[in-house]
């Protein structure tokens, strides 16, 4: 039975990370699209940080048990709760068809606002994404509104993956989608935070439970506040920082390994897991949905997301065996990675705050 829990859970984990960035960079205006988009990232943290709190003092063997019935009771609360406040994305349902149900979807998003400019946005984006492709004529614009009916947007069939990699814009974004996300997990921050206790052990005996909690707390912190930066400081310039300052902490740890400091060891994690939390945590998600067109948002962010998992899966696996076979070397690794990814972020990874979703694909 426990098994079957945790192959069910881990459907649903692997489900939420897909279609929630998406779903959020999908309804969220432009101005906010950051911040909303960073809520993914800021619920995940908050998680992790309950949980290490609420399971301090449930250590004992029946103790999981009442950790388990507590996050099985707050998902019966959110199951509860999406059918009566879950509103379909616009975007989506425009590129379904649905316009009348786009529209009064945008509406209850934006409920007191008007509409009209930013649906005219939307309908004119998708069109320059599917008009070429299915020669819909006599679009008629009237200032401030776009009138479209069901006729003139045509349903098309589920995009494949081999359309996919032959439009050159989506396959070259698809590149820089799945490079954020190889960035996130080879930096070593899953190491740290699952092997945190284990790193600390010989250093601090019982209490490194406690540093975990510490670190835990920190990547909240950090991670609360970069989300009101997203939308000032932009997307490309807190990635570089936060990829330059993993990549300098996996080196200081090396250093604070091989010379046995503690001080310099606690530094260079607390440094790791700050710099994690600036963009590295939140932005591969929600870059999906900023930068590759509609029709194609399920399918790269599928192996974005699968590409996310197995390494993260493959990290928790392997890393105690790079322990044992490097040993104080173990996080030059990451820091080499590191490297590698501050590179390939300066090249190629765009900018685009304050921009639309459609704007966006159309300049590119």
């Not at 929600?286 to 930068?291: A, G, K, P, R, W």
């Not at 490097?326 to 990451?334: G, P, S």
Request: hydrophobic fraction near 50%; glycine fraction near 8%.
């Amino acid at each position: 039975m426990f098994i079957c829990g945790r192959i069910f859970t881990g459907i649903g984990t692997g489900v939420g990370s897909v279609v929630i960035p998406t779903y959020l960079g999908e309804i969220s205006t432009i101005k906010s699209r950051g911040l909303i988009g960073s809520v993914y990232q800021d619920s995940v943290v908050i998680g992790i940080v309950v949980s290490q709190l609420v399971g301090l003092p449930l250590t004992f063997i029946p103790g999981w048990r009442i950790l388990l019935i507590l996050t099985s009771a707050i998902a019966i609360f959110q199951l509860v709760l999406i059918p009566i406040i879950g509103v379909e994305s616009p975007r989506y349902l425009i590129s379904q068809n649905k316009i009348k149900e786009a529209k009064e979807s945008l509406q209850k998003l934006r409920k007191g606002y008007n509409i009209d400019l930013e649906f005219d946005e939307i309908i004119q984006g998708q069109s320059e994404q599917q008009i070429n492709e299915t020669n819909i004529e006599n679009e008629k614009y009237v200032q401030h509104s776009l009138v479209v009916t069901d006729d003139q947007v045509g349903i098309k069939k589920p995009p494949s993956f081999k359309e996919l990699l032959q439009n050159p814009y989506c396959r070259k974004m698809l590149f820089v989608c799945v490079g954020t996300h190889l960035a996130q997990q080879l930096n070593g921050i899953q190491s740290i935070v699952f092997y945190s206790t284990a790193i600390f052990l010989n250093v601090m005996g019982d209490s490194a439970k406690y540093v975990t909690i510490i670190i835990g707390s920190a990547i909240l912190l950090v991670t609360l506040t970069s989300t009101f930066l997203i939308d000032r400081m932009g997307r490309r310039p807190l990635l570089l920082l936060s990829e330059i300052g993993v990549t300098i902490a996996c080196f200081l740890i090396v250093i604070g390994s091989i010379y046995k400091s503690n001080v310099l060891l606690i530094i260079a994690f607390l440094l790791h897991v700050t710099a994690f939390s600036i963009a590295l945590g939140a932005l591969p998600f929600f870059i999906i949905s900023e930068v590759i067109p509609t029709r194609f948002v399920s399918i790269v962010s599928s192996i974005c997301l699968g590409t996310n998992w197995t390494l993260n899966f493959l990290i928790c696996f392997v890393f105690p065996m790079m322990m044992d076979a490097l040993k104080d070397y173990t996080f030059l690794v990451f820091g080499v990675l590191g490297v590698c990814f501050v590179i390939f972020i300066w090249i190629f990874v765009p900018e685009t705050k304050g921009k639309s979703i459609e704007e966006i694909t159309s300049q590119n």
